[in-house]
């Protein structure tokens, strides 16, 4: 069993930046792929990036690409999610996400896909 906290959401004006942390305890991050979705108002969950098993792969979703940035540290068995130049349409409840199985890599972007959920970091950005 795994057992997510997201924190680093919060209130920031256009153009501002973020970091978004998911910290994990139970097992260590090294054995699952890791991801980050977003939820907005009356939306379905998105996908919005994903890092691979040992962190080799990057992937994300058009609209973020050249402003977010994902990044592991197993050191500290916590996954990031670096956010610039946010635009209002970046405002959602962000969660990490997290699956073992290795057929990940060929349908990441489904939410139904991963095995543990954080509880979610609202992130508001402001015009």
């Known amino acids: 069993q795994v057992q997510l906290v997201e924190s680093g959401g919060g209130l920031v004006q256009a153009g501002g930046s973020l970091r978004l942390s998911c910290t994990a305890s139970?097992?260590?991050?090294?054995?699952?792929?890791m991801a980050w979705f977003r939820q907005a108002p009356g939306r379905e969950r998105e996908f919005v990036a994903a890092?691979?098993?040992?962190?080799?792969?990057?992937y994300y979703t058009d609209s973020v690409k050249g402003r977010f940035t994902i990044s592991r540290d197993s050191a500290k068995n916590t996954c990031y999610l670096r956010m610039n130049s946010l635009k209002p349409e970046d405002t959602a409840v962000y969660y990490c996400?997290?699956?073992?199985?290795?057929?990940?890599?060929?349908?990441?972007?489904?939410?139904?896909?991963?095995?543990?959920w954080g509880q979610g970091t609202q992130v508001t950005v402001s015009s």
């Open positions: 139970g097992r260590t991050l090294n054995n699952f792929f």
């Open positions: 996400a997290a699956s073992g199985r290795s057929s990940i890599t060929y349908y990441y972007t489904g939410p139904d896909k991963y095995d543990y």
């Open positions: 890092i691979s098993f040992r962190g080799g792969a990057l």
